[in-house]
C-alpha cells in the first residue's frame, strides 16, 4: 500500500467530493442541514441525490440501500437497483431527491416490542446526512434512521442523534456561563475492538460456534494465557496479513483505523480506531465488526465478536472512550491550563460523577446481554457494580474539595475552584487501573463494561443523556447565581459530596470491592435480566421523556425487546447443547466404551491372565459419566419443557437465567469431564487446543 491518503475515503460521499460535485448553492444548503439540522428543500435533495448517483455510478455501482440500524444490533440493507425504464424500453440510471431522504422497508421482521403490529409492518428510513454516504460491495449505502409509521423509533440511530442534540443543548447552557461562544456540542468516542480469530475449519467443526457465536462445551487446553505471551507478541504472519486486508478495507470507508495488537488471550487481537464524532463513530464501529467478519473470510479464518467465545481465556469487550467537544474545537474533559478553565473542568467532572452515580443502572443495562453476563464480574473484565476511577491526583483534588484540606504535601493551601489552576495529568500516570468500568484516562472517560459484539449507540445515548441531566439540573441552578463562581465552587463541592460513593480507586477484581459497595448502597445488578428490570423505573422514563429521547412507550418495547432477545439467545444455546449433546457426545462415548470392551476382552482372550485394570478402571469412569451424562441432557429437556409455564417476559427472562443456565452448566461440566478421559481420535470436535493455537 503506496498511497494511504489517496485511498483513504475513496469510497465515500465525503465533504470534498460533496465540494467537488455539488453547486455552491446546494453544497451550502446541504451544510446547513448537517450542521444546524436545518430541513433540506426536496429541489436540494434532488440534486444531491442525482451528484451521488453519478458519483456511484462511476465507481461500479448499480444499487443502493438504506443502510440502517435496528434492534438486533447489526445493520440491515435492502438493495435497490438505480434503473428506471425509459420508452425506447431500455433503462437510465436514476436516484431522486425523494428516494434518497426515505425509503419504505416492509419492516414486520424486525424486532419492535409491540411498537408495530405485523398487520402495520411498514416502518420508515429516513436519511441521516450527518453521516456520510459510502460504497460497500458495489452498493451505494445511505446511513438512516429507522422509524414506524407511528413515528417511534424501530432503530439505535435515531435516540443517539436525539441524546446527542440534548447533550448540545444542555452542554452549551452551562458553556454560556463560562462567557463561550461555542454553538453546538458533541461527544466524540473511540472504540476500542477486541476480538478472536480462529480458522474456518475448525469453526465449522463446532455447530455451537456456528449457531451462538460460544463454545458450549469444550475442557480447558494445557495451555491458555497464563504466561502472557501473546499479549503484544509478534503478530503471526496469517494474522498480519489479515489485519493489513482490514486497515486498507477500512480506510477506504474513512475509518480512522489506527492501533492493531494481540490480546491477552491467545487468538485475541484489537483494532482501535481514532476517535470521532459519535454517531459517525457508531455508524464507523458497526462497519468494523462486518469488515472483521467478511476480511476473515478471505484467509480461511472466522472471526469471533462474541463476549465470551472460550471458557476459561479472557472474553472480549469493547472500550468506550467518551468526551464532549465543542464546534470551537474545545474538549471539555481536558483539564486546561487557567483557573477558568479548571472551574469549567470540574464542574463537567462533577456532572458526570454525579451521573454515573444517579444512573449506575443505565450504565449497567446499556451492557446487558446474554453474551456479556459471562465476561461482567469475571477476572478480565469490570465487574457488573460500576464505579469511577479518577487517579491518585484527580481523586485528590476532589478529596480536598469535599474536605477543604490542602490536596497535597507540596500544596500548602486548599484548592481553591476557579483561582488555582489543575496540575497538568498526564495519560500514563491516571491510566493504572485496568479494573474500573469508568475510568478518567487525562481528558476523556473510558467505559469498559461493553460487550464486543454490542453496538455502541445504546451505551452512548445513556451517557449523553444522563450526562444532559446532571448539566440541565446545573445550569438551572447557576442561571440565576449572583455571584458565579461563589455558585460554581458550592455546587461543584456538593456534588462531590454527595457523590463521592461512586468514586473508586482500588481494585475492582476484589471481593472486598463487592462487599465495600454494597455498604456504600451501590447497585451489582448481576445478570440481564435483574439490570433490565430497572430500564422502565419511574425515574428513567422520566429522564428519557424529558429529554426526548424516548417516550415512555419507547422504553417500554425496549426493555421487552432485550428481555426477548435474552431468552432466545439462551434458548438457542440450550438447543444447540442438546443436540450436539444427544448427537455427538453421546454416541462417542458410547462408542469409546464399546472399543475399550472390546479391548478388555480381546486381550483377556488372547492371554487369560493379562492386566487390564487400566482399560476396566477407564471405561468405569466412562460408563458412570456417560449415566451422568445421559441424566443431565434429559434435566435439560425437562428444564426447556417448563419454560412454558414462565410466560410474562421478565419472569421467563429470570427462569432462563437461573434453571436453564444452570442445567446448561451441569451438562457442560460432565461433558467436558468425559472429554479429558476420551481418546482425542474418539472426541466428535476440535478441542479448545485446537481452536486457539491453530493459527500460524
Ligand atoms: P488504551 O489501550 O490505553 O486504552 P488506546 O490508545 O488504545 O488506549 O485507545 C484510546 C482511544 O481513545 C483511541 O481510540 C483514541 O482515539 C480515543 N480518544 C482519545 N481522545 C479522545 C477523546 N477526546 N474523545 C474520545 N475518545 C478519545
Ligand atoms: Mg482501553
Same mark, same amino acid.
Given at each position: 500500500?503506496?498511497? $494511504? ?20 448553492? =446546494? &453544497? ?36 443502493? =440501500? ?88 424501530? +432503530? ?14 444542555q452542554?452549551l447552557r452551562v458553556l454560556k456561563l463560562f462567557g ?14 477486541? &476480538? ?151 464542574l ?8 454515573? +452515580? ?48 490542602? &490536596? ?63 448539566l440541565r439540573q446545573f445550569a438551572d441552578e447557576l442561571e440565576g447565581a449572583e455571584n458565579l463562581n461563589a455558585a460554581i465552587a458550592a455546587l461543584v463541592?456538593k456534588t462531590?459530596? +454527595? ?76 438447543? =444447540? ?82 434453571? $436453564? ?36
Amino acid at each position: 500500500m503506496n498511497n $494511504v491518503p489517496e485511498l483513504f475515503g475513496s469510497m465515500v460521499f465525503n465533504d470534498t467530493v460533496m465540494q467537488e460535485r455539488l453547486p455552491k448553492q =446546494t &453544497y451550502k444548503a446541504l451544510k446547513k442541514t448537517i450542521s444546524d439540522g436545518a430541513p433540506l428543500d426536496i429541489s436540494v435533495a434532488n440534486v444531491v441525490a442525482n451528484a451521488m448517483k453519478d458519483w456511484a455510478v462511476e465507481r461500479g455501482v448499480t444499487h443502493y =440501500t438504506h443502510w440502517f440500524q435496528p434492534m438486533t444490533g447489526i445493520t440491515a440493507e435492502k438493495h435497490d437497483s438505480f434503473i428506471s425504464p425509459t420508452s425506447e424500453g431500455k433503462v437510465i440510471m436514476e436516484f431522486s431527491g425523494k428516494e434518497l431522504i426515505k425509503g419504505e422497508p416492509d419492516a414486520s421482521s424486525f424486532p419492535s416490542g409491540g411498537l408495530r403490529a405485523t398487520f402495520e409492518a411498514r416502518g420508515y428510513t429516513a436519511w441521516d446526512p450527518t453521516s456520510y454516504a459510502f460504497i460497500k460491495d458495489g452498493i451505494l449505502c445511505i446511513p438512516t434512521a429507522f422509524c414506524s409509521y407511528g413515528g417511534e423509533v424501530l +432503530d439505535k440511530k435515531t435516540p443517539l442523534l436525539r441524546s446527542t442534540d440534548a447533550l448540545s443543548k444542555q452542554t452549551l447552557r452551562v458553556l454560556k456561563l463560562f462567557g463561550s461562544d461555542a454553538t453546538k456540542v458533541t461527544s466524540t468516542v473511540g472504540p476500542e475492538q477486541e &476480538y478472536f480469530l480462529i480458522d474456518e475449519d475448525i469453526y465449522n467443526a463446532r455447530r455451537d460456534l456456528m449457531y451462538t457465536g460460544r463454545t458450549l462445551f469444550g475442557a480447558k487446553a494445557p495451555k491458555g494465557q497464563e504466561l502472557e505471551d501473546h499479549y503484544f507478541g509478534s503478530i503471526k504472519p496469517r494474522v498480519s496479513a489479515y489485519m493489513k486486508e482490514l486497515d486498507e478495507e477500512l480506510w477506504k470507508l474513512g475509518v480512522l483505523a489506527k492501533t492493531k495488537h494481540n490480546e491477552v488471550a491467545p487468538a485475541q487481537h484489537e483494532l482501535a480506531p481514532i476517535y470521532t464524532d459519535t454517531n459517525t463513530a457508531t455508524d464507523h464501529n458497526q462497519l468494523t465488526m462486518e469488515l472483521m467478519k467478511k476480511v476473515a473470510a478471505h484467509h480461511h479464518m472466522v472471526c469471533l465478536l462474541h463476549e465470551k467465545p472460550f471458557a476459561g481465556v479472557n472474553g472480549s469487550g469493547k472500550h468506550n472512550n467518551w468526551s464532549i467537544s465543542t464546534n470551537t474545537g474545545v474538549n471539555l474533559l481536558d483539564p486546561g491550563t487557567t483557573p477558568a478553565e479548571n472551574a469549567q473542568f470540574l464542574l463537567f467532572l462533577a456532572a458526570i460523577i454525579k451521573a454515573v +452515580d444517579d444512573y449506575q443502572d443505565l450504565l449497567r443495562i446499556s451492557v446487558a446481554s446474554a453474551g456479556n453476563d459471562h465476561r461482567l464480574g469475571a477476572n478480565e473484565a469490570p465487574p457488573a457494580i460500576v464505579s469511577i476511577f479518577l487517579g491518585d491526583e484527580l481523586a485528590g483534588i476532589v478529596n480536598s474539595i469535599i474536605t477543604g484540606t490542602p &490536596y497535597n504535601k507540596s500544596a500548602d493551601s486548599v484548592m481553591q475552584i476557579g483561582v488555582d489552576v489543575l496540575p497538568v495529568f498526564p495519560k500514563d500516570t491516571t491510566d493504572r487501573n485496568r479494573t474500573s468500568p469508568f475510568a478518567f484516562t487525562g481528558n476523556k472517560f473510558e467505559f469498559r463494561m461493553l460487550g464486543s459484539s454490542f453496538s455502541i449507540a445504546c451505551t452512548n445515548t445513556f451517557i449523553n443523556t444522563i450526562v444532559a441531566e446532571s448539566l440541565r439540573q446545573f445550569a438551572d441552578e447557576l442561571e440565576g447565581a449572583e455571584n458565579l463562581n461563589a455558585a460554581i465552587a458550592a455546587l461543584v463541592k456538593k456534588t462531590f459530596t +454527595d457523590h463521592q460513593r461512586i468514586i473508586f480507586n482500588g481494585n475492582n477484581y476484589s471481593e472486598e470491592w463487592v462487599q465495600e459497595a454494597e455498604r456504600r448502597g451501590l447497585l451489582n445488578l448481576k445478570n440481564t435480566p435483574e439490570a433490565l428490570h430497572y430500564y422502565v423505573a419511574e425515574k428513567n422514563i422520566r429522564l428519557f421523556e424529558r429529554h426526548k429521547v424516548f417516550s415512555e412507550k419507547e422504553v417500554r418495547s425496549r426493555y421487552e425487546i432485550l428481555l426477548e432477545n435474552y431468552s432466545k439467545v439462551i434458548n438457542i444455546e440450550a438447543l =444447540t447443547m442438546l443436540d450436539m449433546a444427544k448427537k455427538d457426545i453421546f454416541p462417542a462415548v458410547v462408542d469409546y466404551g464399546k472399543e475399550l470392551s472390546e479391548t478388555i476382552n480381546a486381550k483377556k482372550a488372547a492371554c487369560p491372565d493379562v492386566v487390564v485394570d487400566a482399560e476396566t478402571a477407564l471405561l468405569k469412569k466412562l460408563s458412570a459419566l456417560t449415566s451422568c451424562l445421559y441424566k443431565k441432557i434429559a434435566a435439560l429437556d425437562a428444564a426447556l419443557l417448563d419454560v412454558k409455564f414462565h410466560t410474562e417476559v421478565e419472569d421467563c427472562a429470570k427462569y432462563y437465567g437461573s434453571s $436453564v443456565i444452570n442445567a446448561m452448566n451441569e451438562l457442560r461440566a460432565v461433558a467436558d469431564e468425559l472429554e479429558v478421559i476420551t481418546a482425542k481420535s474418539a472426541w466428535p470436535f476440535p478441542s479448545y487446543g485446537d481452536m486457539l493455537f491453530s493459527i500460524k
